[in-house]
């Protein structure tokens, strides 16, 4: 299947600050990636759609501005959270598939927020 | 509005025993379902994946059983092993690329010896 990569795999933060996330494609290109966050023992709810070349969709009750993505190449999205707050602490995913039906997830990232 | 059900949340099996997970779906529209093994502190894998078309697909220790009239689709992990205690999520999604996955609320599976 396809690999999907995440940096970095933790980061802890100062409220306030911003953090970036990488998620890169390493064996296909992707138009298209998402971005999901998980909270403990809770599903994946999807936050948005990020588009190569073009503005990310989000999903409803998403904070675009909060939430930043830019998918700057094929093989490339990041999603940056903007100050952050403590109740922004979750486990980040993003997934990538490329022309093919499947999604294929990176390890995530675990975000904590002191 | 959920619009993948799945049951049961949690659930213990012994060593050498069935695991059954079952799932439901609203959107007819759907037309790819996936499952994923999640670790703790890892991204879900691809664990198998069906069709519509197909009744029933196995892989391995892991059978995907789908009734399309019934909106329902399940998957059996035979001959249970400590090693399959994880978090499964049942998924639907359409196909043709570039599709975002909707995930039932995850199963977390104890398979004790």
């Known amino acids: 299947g396809a690999v999907v990569s995440q940096h970095p795999s933790r980061v802890i933060c100062k409220s306030g600050t911003s953090v970036k996330i990488e998620c890169r494609s390493l064996?296909?290109?992707?138009?298209?990636m998402f971005w999901y966050r998980q909270f403990p023992k809770q599903s994946l709810m999807l936050m948005a759609t990020?588009?190569?070349?073009?503005?990310?969709?989000?999903e409803q009750g998403v904070e675009k501005d909060k939430f930043l993505i830019n998918h700057a190449s094929l093989t490339l999205s990041t999603l940056t959270v903007t100050s952050a707050h403590p109740e922004d602490s979750s486990f980040y995913i993003c997934?990538?598939?490329?022309?093919?039906?499947?999604?294929?997830f990176g390890p995530g990232t675990r975000l904590t927020v002191l | 509005q959920q619009q993948v059900k799945q049951s049961p949340q949690s659930l213990i099996v012994q060593k050498g025993g069935i695991s059954i997970i079952n799932c439901a779906y609203e959107?007819?529209?759907?037309?790819?379902f996936p499952w994923y093994q999640q670790f703790p502190g890892k991204g879900p894998a691809l664990l198998i994946a069906?069709?519509?078309?197909?009744s029933e697909k196995k892989e391995g220790r892991f059978t995907i059983s789908f009734n399309k009239s019934a909106k329902q689709f399940s998957l059996h992990i035979m001959d249970s092993q400590p090693g399959d205690s994880a978090t499964y999520f049942c998924?639907?999604?359409?196909?043709?690329?570039?599709?975002?996955?909707?995930f039932g609320i995850g199963t977390k599976l104890q398979v004790i010896p």
């Open positions: 997934s990538g598939g490329g022309q093919g039906d499947t999604q294929y």
């Open positions: 064996d296909f290109q992707a138009t298209t």
């Open positions: 990020s588009n190569e070349g073009s503005k990310a969709t989000y």
């Open positions: 959107n007819t529209a759907f037309d790819y």
């Open positions: 069906i069709r519509p078309d197909v």
């Open positions: 998924a639907a999604s359409y196909s043709g690329g570039y599709q975002k996955v909707t």
